[in-house]
């Protein structure tokens, strides 16, 4: 395997912990083989659901996490108190801007509206040439399914261009995603949307 070396990936993820097993296991062993791969995993800091998984799997394993969270949820005592380091924002907005900086990946796991306003977001800024980093989507249990073809039927309809397909890889496990970023080329150019 021919591996590229990345300090940091940020993982955008649930919270919720009512979740199926299925995404719990999956988030885990996404920690795990970050840790093994001797990479930080940035997230967004939460004590429950997939992003406690992640955390915890990393955690466990000797790896590192560095933990990004708005002071409001800090206070409402939502922060996963066992992180290696953990940021505190003023505000959701400069939560995102601080994880997409300190990303040299993005691998987006299942989540509700906070995580696929993550993930639509930091498509648009690769797509504007804002980020030019790789983003994964971790398309466990089939999940983001209906989210990919709503993608596909915006090229098809010819809101977005055909070859901007390419600005996220598509993933069906953690080893699988950990496998392509590992192998990616991530000087793609991006063709303007203009």
């Known amino acids: 395997?021919?591996?590229?070396?990345?300090?940091?990936?940020?993982?955008?993820?649930?919270?919720?912990?009512?979740i199926d097993k299925v995404y719990n296991d999956a988030a885990y062993r996404l920690g795990t083989l970050l840790a093994h791969h001797d990479i930080a995993c940035v997230c967004g800091a939460g004590n429950c659901g997939l992003m406690r998984s992640v955390a915890d799997g990393c955690l466990d394993n000797n790896g590192s996490v560095i933990g990004v969270i708005p002071r409001f949820m800090v206070d409402n005592g939502w922060c996963h108190s066992q992180l290696t380091q953990t940021i505190v924002t003023e505000?959701?907005?400069?939560?995102?801007?601080?994880?997409?900086?300190?990303?040299?990946?993005?691998?987006?796991l299942p989540g509700g509206c906070g995580t696929l306003e993550e993930l639509l977001e930091i498509?648009?800024?690769?797509?504007?040439?804002?980020?030019?980093?790789?983003?994964?989507?971790?398309?466990?249990?089939?999940?983001?399914?209906?989210?990919?073809?709503?993608?596909?039927?915006?090229?098809d309809e010819q809101f977005m261009k055909e070859s901007h397909a390419s600005l996220w890889i598509v993933a069906n496990t953690p080893e699988e995603a950990i496998e392509q970023l590992l192998n990616h080329d991530i000087t793609i150019k991006i063709e303007s949307k203009y």
């Open 123 to 155: 498509i648009t800024w690769r797509q504007l040439g804002i980020f030019d980093k790789p983003i994964v989507v971790l398309n466990t249990n089939g999940y983001y399914n209906h989210l990919l073809a709503m993608l596909q039927h915006c090229i």
């Open 1 to 18: 395997m021919n591996e590229k070396k990345y300090n940091h990936i940020t993982v955008f993820c649930a919270s919720s912990a009512r």
């Open 91 to 108: 505000d959701m907005h400069e939560r995102k801007e601080t994880m997409n900086h300190l990303a040299d990946a993005i691998i987006a």
